[in-house]
């Protein structure tokens, strides 16, 4: 698991010393995930649990590695070309002239590392061997040494003409370079065991990641560590990989946790990381869609190809490059002959290794390193540079297959394929303009690579593509070249599909006039273009200047008419589509001016396609914006549907049901059917869940219910009041201000409110301590639940007791509106418990309100008014009032003032009234004041 | 050239020739006239030679290998005489320039297998990719090299498994995979005159009326 992980985790790039974990989206589902297993752990396994490993535990084992069975991956293997490496390295500081060192020389027979640390050429890789090196000992002739996995041998040595190496192995094996050469050189053993402590001082930062898990550890069993440790004393760090049998790193964690529960979480996880790497080429297919459905299995993929349109996620992630200890498969090397004619062949040849390749599983993981770790990536970019219409053709339908891994694809723009390809979108043939096209769309999956395509100008060039309908009005063409036609420019909408996950393409297919052309491409009745068409449109909708263009186009139309489709991806991306632009009201006007509410509404019915489901649902919420539309959804008994998918269907589902319900749950007569058709309890159930956005739209679905006294009785009978509390400890902000508007209204239905509240334990205290918050939602929110709260003389004893007035004191300062007008409110409502009038005054919070009145809010300004009638019943308060503006000579300074008065708002100027009558009476102070309200009053 | 011989000829050929617009063929006996050099003769009887239709295939269709040019002649070279008349070149050019991929996939075959027994073996295969591979290392190695390459060509295409191309197995081949077609070295036009060839035949042989050879 270990080396798992040390693969996927995501490193800062480090020159020295030790790397340290980036901040990505991958890094944090890995470290939660390891969180996860040792969290429970603990609870599982208290004494196992409270061993300090100080370094990693090894130990031997008589487990034949067959004894696992399957699920397990077993190494065999000694050596690997990092220890190697460290081996060589270490070897080379101690080696020169002079008596002290324990070698004359040691050098390696190649300077041409592979990717995989191997030095070997790939066919004698295949056989295990890692490197050749030439060591001269003091006291004997040049050795010439094959490292290799199974261990180190003297071969055949350099032959003399060629400088080639005889391979062949002339000795025995041994276990390590140390081991042979302790064999072969008395001076290099003499010498070896005076460096001894030296090399043990080397620091470890010289051998990066590997090095740590292969030193013996420590353990607990002081047996052991006796044992251990006079092995320890004859033993030099550099003979690190001894174990002839040694499993992985993940396996000892295994076996020493012998757990069989764990062994099951941990090899669950391990599947659940292959079936990811499965699915990968699947989900590449159709850019769109991953951002809908989340499967748990794909998880950490998805956070690297996220190609939700608002996160620009760069999916770069480390390169795997083939593992050198890993048994190189056949098709490597058949894949390198291939290569090899590509390279040397002409045209002829070329074409025939081109073909032959494509034969190969090409949807593989292993086939596609291969290709590029022999270096077939160069050669068939460079093909694509040449006049050969054919090589081009055969190199682009590799490319377009391989490109579907997205370690290739990054290769692919390292290596500057992009430019080349851009450059073919300009070719006659229509072919390779297709190939290319689809290609780019493969590529074209990550930041940097659309960025690429956006500077070479291929946005221009794709757009182009899309223009095939030119001929559209001449009848006389040939089916054939239409279909052509048809086929460039669907392939042009796959790569603009691609590209416009960014924000700067999506501008750039807009400035090159793509949205006609998108427009008129919907009008067409081909499905394979027009996914890839709604594809786009619905990516770029989350631009305002496409959705008003989208308006202007007529687009909306037919993306209604695509609902009715029989293909369901279009379906979906339609749906999608329409989801993304019904914010905007005039939109949601137009879905249902064209009757696309029916059939959103009839798709409900149709629950086995999730991703499917999920788009309608979104459409819908987002359409049930407009009461008009919720009308239509009643009338086509959406509504009683929606309640059928609150059980059983996947959270993307669940987000979007619940936030239509609570659309619809703004009208009494939906909520009398939400309740009739048994909604309340489902929903009420959902707020158990951990979704964020989930629990936002339930809390206010069941904040919107909660309006019907008949439905409050069932929502506190179900302990809804207590759920909606406990989620003002949700973390996040937004479920907690949700989870706190949606308490009002339960306070204000609930028979005995105060004693209900009273009954959660803490809840108070917790309400109260919420008002540190520092996010202006949750505050108001907060203030609206304690208005309501204080509505009960105990409770308002309670959290004053708990400290509310110097915290909402605190907040006076002010100048969010919605802030203003919910603070002003509690304050008011706070004033009626024992001094707590004076008691603001003390906090100062009186200056700041009257500075409220300036404020352009009614709602702000009627909440003011009452909050200052209140405080004006302390005569200290109303000096304050008088110093902040209320007595000053400047008539300006009274103009909010008399506006509140003026404004048609009985209630507000009553209080006003009454605020000027005590602000009168303290002393004569504001009497110029008052007479100049009077004659406006 | 008397107009009514030709009118007989255009309307002959044109029984066999459905390409080709009755302007176009006798463009193109126009064209053989030319060449041929000899219109006092009677045309039924004159036609090309090797040479000069090599030259043809170089200098207008862009082919460079001696080996397939020969062979493409006489794919051209229906009755064997050693000579293309002039409704073997017409009926020769309606493949190689308007060819329904049918066509081309005979054509190509027949080129391939040449004076063979109707397959492919493995060595005319060899004989055809010899010069495939650039000189670069050793004559045995290259030599070596061309053995693998005629072993990938066949596993590739010999679907039958019985070490030779039979034309059922290149018809299979060359539908799954177009690039195919000419899987042995270059034997139609190569694609620019393809692309001339939709603006106007005329424009293809623009050069050879000019100057004939």
Redesign the interface.
């Known amino acids: 698991m270990g080396v798992a992980l040390t693969r996927s985790a995501q490193w800062t790039a480090a020159g020295h010393g030790a790397k340290t974990l980036e901040v990505t989206p991958l890094n944090e589902a890995i470290v939660k995930e390891i969180i996860m297993f040792v969290e429970s752990f603990i609870y599982k396994y208290p004494q196992e649990a409270n061993y300090v490993f100080v370094e990693p535990l090894e130990w031997k084992t008589n487990l034949d590695p067959s004894a696992f069975g399957s699920g397990y991956a077993v190494r065999e293997i000694r050596l690997n070309p990092g220890t190697v490496k460290n081996d060589i390295e270490l070897l080379k500081q101690f080696s020169g002239k002079g008596k002290q060192t324990v070698l004359e020389s040691i050098e390696y027979t190649s300077d041409y590392e592979f990717s995989n640390g191997c030095r070997a050429p790939p066919w004698r890789q295949i056989k295990g061997e890692i490197c050749y090196v030439l060591v001269k000992p003091h006291d004997a002739e040049t050795l010439c040494v094959t490292c290799s996995k199974e261990g180190v041998f003297l071969n055949g040595g350099k032959t003399d003409d060629e400088g080639q190496i005889n391979y062949e192995r002339k000795g025995e094996i041994y276990k390590d370079l140390v081991t042979l050469l302790k064999e072969k050189s008395a001076i290099f053993s003499e010498n070896m065991s005076k460096q001894e402590i030296k090399f043990s001082e080397q620091p470890q930062k010289d051998q990066p990641n590997e090095a740590p898990k292969e030193e013996v550890a420590i353990t607990h069993k002081a047996s052991v560590t006796s044992r251990k440790s006079t092995q320890e004393k004859n033993r030099i760090n550099l003979g690190r990989s001894q174990l002839t049998k040694r499993l992985e790193p993940s396996l000892n964690w295994r076996t020493s946790v012998s757990s069989k529960e764990s062994r099951n979480t941990l090899r669950d996880t391990q599947v659940e990381k292959h079936g990811g790497k499965l699915e990968k080429s699947r989900s590449s297919v159709s850019p769109g869609r991953a951002q809908l459905i989340r499967k748990s299995v794909e998880k950490i993929e998805e956070i690297i190809s996220d190609s939700s349109s608002e996160s620009e996620e760069d999916e770069e992630q480390p390169d795997h490059r083939q593992e050198a200890n890993a048994d190189l498969p056949s098709e490597y090397w058949q894949i390198q002959k291939l290569v090899k004619y590509l390279k040397g062949g002409n045209q002829t040849a070329t074409v025939i290794a081109l073909c032959s390749m494509k034969d190969f599983n090409l949807a593989q993981e292993t086939c596609q390193l291969a290709i590029r770790d022999v270096g077939g990536l160069e050669v068939l970019i460079n093909l694509l540079e040449t006049d050969e219409v054919k090589c081009k053709i055969g190199s682009l339908k590799i490319l377009k297959e391989i490109s579907h891994n997205p370690q290739i694809r990054r290769n692919i723009v390292d290596l500057g394929g992009l430019p080349v390809m851009v450059n073919i979108l300009d070719s006659p043939h229509k072919s390779l303009k297709c190939l290319a096209a689809e290609t780019i769309a493969n590529v074209a999956k990550f930041r940097r690579a659309r960025r690429v395509v956006r500077r070479h100008g291929g946005i221009t060039k794709l757009v182009a593509l899309l223009d095939c309908g030119k001929h559209s009005g001449e009848p006389a063409q040939s089916s054939l070249y239409e279909t052509r036609d048809v086929e460039v420019a669907r392939c042009g909408a796959l790569a603009l599909w691609s590209c416009s996950k960014s924000y700067a393409n999506k501008e750039a297919i807009r400035k090159a006039g793509g949205i006609p052309l998108l427009a008129r491409l919907l009008k067409t009745s081909h499905e394979n273009m027009l996914i890839p068409v709604v594809g786009t449109l619905q990516e770029c909708a989350s631009e305002e200047n496409y959705r008003a263009a989208i308006k202007a186009e007529r687009i909306i139309e037919n993306l209604v008419k695509n609902l009715n489709s029989e293909n369901e991806q279009l379906q979906e991306h339609c749906a999608m589509a329409i989801y993304q632009c019904a914010e905007d009201e005039e939109t949601r006007d137009l879905v249902r001016l064209h009757g696309g509410l029916k059939p959103l509404a009839s798709l409900l019915n149709n629950t086995d396609n999730k991703e499917r489901l999920a788009a309608v649902t979104g459409a819908i919420w987002k359409c049930s914006i407009s009461k008009e539309n919720v009308t239509k959804f009643r009338e086509y008994k959406a509504i009683e549907t929606l309640v059928g998918l609150l059980t059983d269907q996947p959270e993307e589902v669940l987000v979007n049901v619940v936030g239509a319900l609570g659309e619809c749950c703004q009208e009494h007569e939906n909520r009398v059917i939400i309740r009739r058709c048994g909604g309340i309890q489902p929903l009420v159930n959902l707020l158990v869940g951990i979704n964020q956005a989930l629990l936002v739209n339930v809390t206010k679905a069941v904040g919107a219910c909660a309006v019907e006294p008949e439905s409050m009785m069932i929502i506190d009978r179900l302990d809804g009041v207590r759920l909606l509390w406990s989620l003002l400890k949700n973390p996040h902000p937004d479920v907690k201000a949700s989870a706190a508007w949606a308490l009002c209204p339960c306070i204000q239905n609930a028979k005995d409110a105060g004693e209900m509240v009273r009954s959660f334990v803490g809840g108070l205290e917790l309400v109260v301590n919420l008002l540190k918050s520092d996010n202006k939602e949750v505050l108001a929110s907060v203030c609206a639940v304690i208005t309501n709260i204080a509505k009960d003389q105990e409770n308002l004893a309670v959290i004053t007791d708990h400290g509310v007035v110097p915290l909402l004191s605190k907040l006076a300062n002010t100048n969010n509106d919605k802030l203003r007008r919910h603070l002003a409110e509690t304050i008011s409502r706070c004033c009626m418990w024992g001094r707590n009038r004076v008691a603001f005054g003390e906090h100062k919070a009186v200056a700041p309100l009257v500075r409220y009145l300036k404020s352009n809010d009614t709602n702000v300004h009627r909440a003011t008014a009452q909050a200052l009638y209140q405080l004006s019943e302390d005569a200290d308060n109303c000096v304050t009032m008088h110093e902040n503006g209320a007595v000053k000579t400047s008539f300006s300074k009274y103009q909010p003032m008399v506006c509140v008065i003026t404004k048609p708002c009985e209630h507000g100027s009553r209080a006003i009234g009454n605020y000027i009558e005590n602000i009168r009476h303290p002393g004569d102070k504001s009497k110029s004041f008052a007479d100049h309200n009077k004659t406006v009053t | 050239m008397d107009q009514k011989v030709l009118k007989r000829l255009v309307e002959s050929i044109s029984k066999s020739v459905n390409s080709f617009k009755k302007s176009e063929i006798e463009c193109f006996i126009r064209i053989f006239h030319n060449v041929v050099g000899r219109g006092d003769v009677k045309l039924a009887n004159v036609g090309l030679d090797r040479n000069t239709f090599r030259v043809i295939l170089h200098s207008i269709f862009g082919m460079t290998d001696d080996v397939l040019m020969n062979r493409v002649f006489f794919a051209f070279d229906k009755d064997n005489d050693n000579y293309i008349n002039v409704k073997e070149w017409v009926k020769g050019l309606s493949v190689f320039l308007r060819g329904t991929f049918e066509e081309k996939l005979k054509f190509c075959f027949e080129v391939y297998y040449f004076n063979g027994d109707g397959y492919i073996s493995r060595e005319r295969i060899y004989d055809?990719?010899k010069?495939?591979?650039?000189q670069?290392s050793p004559e045995e190695e290259t030599d070596e090299?061309i053995r693998?390459?005629v072993d990938?060509?066949l596993?590739?295409m010999d679907y039958d498994n019985d070490g030779r191309i039979s034309f059922a197995d290149f018809e299979k081949a060359v539908k799954e995979?177009r690039?195919?077609l000419?899987?042995?070295?270059?034997c139609l036009p190569?694609?620019k005159v393809q692309?001339q060839q939709r603006i106007g035949l005329g424009e293809i042989f623009k050069d050879l009326k000019r100057n004939p050879c």
Do not use: C, R, T
Request: net charge negative; proline share 4%; no cysteine.
């Open positions: 055809m990719l010069n495939s591979l650039h670069q090299g693998e390459l990938i060509a596993k590739k995979d690039l195919l000419e899987v042995f070295g270059p190569d694609a692309w």
